[in-house]
Nanobody, 115 residues
Framework: QVQLVESGGGLVQAGGSLRLSCAAS????????MGWYRQAPGKERELVAL???????NYADSVKGRFTISRDNAKNTVYLQMNSLKPEDTAVYYC?????????WGQGTQVTVSS
């Protein structure tokens, strides 16, 4: 079992910044991918950023140049630095931990960007 606890969401004005954190605990395997996804009201959950165990990073086109994903392996924590936020970034943001065998989701953290 792996537990994921997200934090850092909130309300921010357009152009502002937020930093999300996702702390993983439990049976952590070194070969894992961690990523951030988001789901806006009435829309499907979508990938925002993915960081693999070998350091490969993928971003959604809509956040490239504005968001940065990183991880602290010693703390089993992944971060999402979000800059130049836009109203369309408003969503619940979820952290995901995945290996070749299984995956886990965090409970989500709300990000609201006002115009």
């Amino acid at each position: 079992q792996v537990q994921l606890v997200e934090s850092g969401g909130g309300l921010v004005q357009a152009g502002g910044s937020l930093r999300l954190s996702c702390a993983a605990s439990g049976n952590i395997l070194w070969a894992n991918n961690m990523g951030w996804y988001r789901q806006a009201p009435g829309k499907e959950r979508e990938l925002v950023a993915l960081l693999t165990s070998i350091g490969r990073i993928n971003y959604a086109d809509s956040v490239k140049g504005r968001f940065t994903i990183s991880r602290d392996n010693a703390k089993n924590t992944v971060y999402l630095q979000m800059n130049s936020l836009k109203p369309e970034d408003t969503a619940v943001y979820y952290c995901k931990y995945a290996t070749t065998m299984t995956s886990y989701w965090g409970q989500g953290t709300q990000v609201t960007v006002s115009s």
